[in-house]
C-alpha cells in the first residue's frame, strides 16, 4: 500500500489533471463507482485500479477490484489520505482508474446506412461535449468528430457530464480539411445549424446517413463549413434570447433526428 502522497507513481496520477499530460501519455483519470463500473461494462482499456481499502466500503466496488486481479489486472492500492491528495470528489469512494484512450481515425471510418454522428467545431467547453455525448449515446448516434482545436473529451468535466457515454461513443479529432474529403468519400450528408437559415429544422426530412455538423460556442458554424452542408437548418426562438447552448441545441437537433427514424422504423 502506498501511503506517501510524495510517492512518484502518485505524482503521475496528479498531472492527469492537465491536459498536456495527457496528451503526452495516451492515459486519463476516472473516479468514482458508477464511472469506473461503466468503464469495465464497455470493456474500457484500464491501465490501473485504484483502491483505498479504507474508504471502498461498497460490495460492488470491492468486486470490481477482486474481479480485476483475477482477470490479471494491475491494483494500486493506497491510503486514505493519498486517495484524498489525487481524488475529484468531496466524499471520496476509494475506486480510480488509470485509463488508455481510445481514438478512431476519420479514414477509418465508414459511413453505414442510418448512421448518425455528431460533428463539431472547436468546442470549448468540456461540459458541453459531455453532455453532449451523453445524448449522442441516448439517440444512437455512433459518435463524435472533434474538428480542429476543440476541448478534450477526456478532461474531468466532460467525462463527469458524459455519465459514462464516453466509452460508448466512438471519438474522432481531424482538421477541417480532413473532413471535407472524407465528406466527399463517403457521401454521407450533412446538416449545419444556424439562426439565419430558413429552414425549420422541425420540418427538414434528414437524410439516413448523416452528420450534424455544430458550431464553437462563441462564433457559430463559419462561412466555410455553411458551404460544405448539404442544408441548413435553424431552431426557432421566440423569446429575448437569441441563442441556446451548445449542448441544448444539439440535443434538440439529435431528438428530431431520432424520432424521424423512430417514425419511419
Known sequence: MITSTANPRIKEIRKLRERKERQATGLFYIEGLRIVGEAVQQGARIETL???PELLISDFGQK???NHLEKGGQVLEVSEQ???SFSLKEGPQGIAAILTQKWTRLADVTAQPGDCWVVLDSVADPGNLGTILRTSDSTGCRG???LDQSTDPYDPSCIRASMGALFSQKLVKASFDEFLQWKKSSGIGVVGTSDKAEQDYHTYEYPRNLAI???SERQGLQPRHLELCDAVVRIPMVGISD???LAVATAVVLYEVFNQKQEVA
Open 243 to 245: 441563442s441556446l447552448n
Open 50 to 52: 485504484i483502491s483505498a
Open 64 to 66: 470490481l477490484v477482486q
Open 144 to 146: 463524435v468528430i472533434l
Open 82 to 84: 493519498v486517495f484524498q
Open 213 to 215: 455538423l455544430m458550431g
